[in-house]
């Protein structure tokens, strides 16, 4: 039984997986990436604002994935701040810090 993510091997998984998820993005400001079974949120935060835009824009994407029991593995959620002049800020998941990294490895290259 799987409880979650796409079937390994699956011609018509994969597709009907998108298919499934499509409608994620619809009520967040943020861009929204998908690809299988990952899933990456995009934003500039140049100010508190666009900050807790993005907060609550995690709080949509959470309720989404409980409304069609779906959970995120928060553990293996992260945040990447990119820019030199960048403010860090902390950002959570079912009242939880998410993970910040420097460097993640995406589709086998390393951003």
Not at 10 to 17: D, E, M, Q, W, Y
Not at 75 to 85: E, N, P
Not at 94 to 105: D, G, H, P, R, Y
Request: some cysteine.
């Amino acid at each position: 039984m799987v409880s979650s993510g796409v079937p390994q091997g699956s011609v018509p998984g994969p597709v009907l997986f998108l298919i499934f998820i499509n409608d994620l993005d619809s009520a967040l400001v943020s861009t929204i990436l998908k690809f299988a079974d990952e899933t990456k949120m995009l934003r500039k935060a140049n100010s508190n604002k666009d900050r807790e835009s993005i907060q609550q824009d995690l709080h949509r994407v959470l309720d989404w994935s409980y409304v069609r029991q779906m959970p995120f593995n928060t553990i293996k959620c992260v945040v990447m701040h990119l820019g030199a002049r960048n403010a860090q800020h902390t950002y959570e998941m079912e009242n939880q810090a998410i993970k910040v990294v420097t460097e993640e490895k995406d589709l086998f290259v390393t951003i």
